[in-house]
């Protein structure tokens, strides 16, 4: 036994195991809610739009539903069904959350996500009525793991008018798809349970 | 026919005709009306422009309208600014921001680029307005987005003139088009020979 525990020591000590990370995964249970998320603001392409592969510029703290406020008319179209855009809120939303986890630096600037295209698409201010609505009645929700664990939710565009099958294979949500499902009478967690497998609302502690 | 009743008819015939331009031509005049009530329910399309290809678009059927307000604000400060003018390009409606830096809300034009509408249908009209303020340049807002019978709203950020500005001249601000739109125009025109970015992969 003694010998054994030398041995691990040992080990651990040269760099050979290295000692388990005693750390919990983020959860609902265990994880606040994030207040502010840290924008990165790409520099613009000649047209005027963010430029995904553009430097950072600067980086803008902003209120976390206010982002996601201002991601979902970007992202989702505000014309398209209620439902569709209650999805698309959730899926903005535990995006942001999971990235808020889960920081990353450039060039010296530490940020959870971007304004571009390689995390959600941001503008300031360009909130409309209906999408905030859409943000405002999901906000009591999360939508994770079954044990809590907050991930990352995926989408992309996908296909109009098709339930964009290989979009749940891939585990992400066409957002096309989701505005199929809504149309075709679905809900939101209906939706989401479409895309998602194995994932499950929660209420978010306040 | 007597000359003199000719003369009659043709002038009562060119004042019909000029009322009903009129009424086609000058919307705000009807839209500055209603801008000061409450915002009311929802007007319908009266005419859907790019529902099919084969449609003609006609310049003179009324287009349909769709609720708008426009938020007016300091750039740098970001705080609202009242009283600014805020100028509709397409209809000329004009508008003055409140204390809390909005126009009332109004009824605005849904109009879609017609280079595109018998390709790809635009998922949203596009509209332009002006801001002016005294003390401040003049902010051109290209592209806010309109959806029939949907509440919109855009926000122009305005700039003051300060005292080392020499050459003073209008801010422009263009919202970019829709991502999901863009892919749909790219991928109306791909050819299967030539897939470039190709069509999105799921797991990427």
């Known amino acids: 036994m003694s010998k054994f525990r030398v041995f691990v020591s040992a080990a651990v000590a040269l760099g050979i195991i290295s000692p388990t990370a005693a750390y919990a995964a983020p959860t609902v249970d265990n994880t606040q809610e994030p207040a502010t998320i840290r924008v990165a603001i790409r520099e613009n392409n000649p047209n005027g739009e963010p430029d995904p592969r553009g430097r950072i510029v600067w980086v803008q703290s902003v209120p976390f539903y206010e982002y996601c406020q201002d991601v979902l008319p970007n992202e989702w179209m505000p014309s398209w069904h209620a439902e569709s855009l209650k999805a698309g809120a959730i899926a903005i939303k535990m995006f942001a959350w999971y990235h808020h986890l889960h920081p990353i630096t450039i060039d010296g600037f530490t940020f959870d996500v971007d304004n571009t295209t390689n995390f959600q698409t941001f503008r300031y201010l360009s909130r409309q009525p209906v999408t905030d609505r859409a943000v405002a009645s999901i906000r009591r929700y999360a939508y994770v793991k079954p044990n809590g664990e907050i991930i990352e939710l995926n989408y992309r565009a996908g296909i109009p008018n098709d339930p964009n099958w290989q979009y749940r294979n891939a585990q992400k949500m066409a957002q096309w798809g989701s505005q199929y499902w809504a149309q075709r009478g679905r809900n939101y967690i209906q939706i989401l349970q479409f895309y998602y497998e194995q994932r499950a609302l929660r209420q978010v502690q306040t | ?204």
Request: one cysteine or more; aromatic letters at 8%.
């Open chain 2, 1 to 204: 026919m007597k000359p003199q009743r000719r003369l009659f008819l043709a002038v009562a015939r060119s004042i019909t005709a000029a009322c009903v331009i009129s009424a086609v031509l000058t919307p705000h005049i009807t839209a500055q009306a209603t801008a000061q009530a409450d915002p009311g329910p929802h007007s319908l399309p009266v005419q859907q422009p790019g529902a099919s290809s084969g449609e003609r678009l006609d310049p003179y059927a009324p287009w349909p309208t769709a609720r708008l307000r426009v938020r007016v604000i300091d750039g740098r400060t970001l705080q609202p600014l009242p009283g600014a003018e805020v100028v509709l390009v397409e209809t000329e409606q004009r508008l003055r921001t409140g204390a809390n830096g909005y126009t009332p809300w109004f009824d605005a034009p849904v109009i879609r680029n017609p280079r595109f509408r018998p390709l790809v249908a635009e998922l949203h009209g596009q509209l332009t307005v002006i801001a002016y303020k005294n003390g401040y340049r003049d902010s051109i807002h290209m592209g806010i987005r309109t959806h029939e019978g949907l509440d919109s709203q855009a926000t122009v950020w305005m700039y003051k003139i300060g005292p080392e500005d020499r050459r003073i001249e209008p801010v422009l601000y263009q919202e970019p088009y829709h991502h999901l739109w863009l892919i749909e125009l790219v991928d109306r025109f791909r050819r299967n020979s030539q897939l470039g970015e190709g069509w999105q992969d799921p797991n990427r």
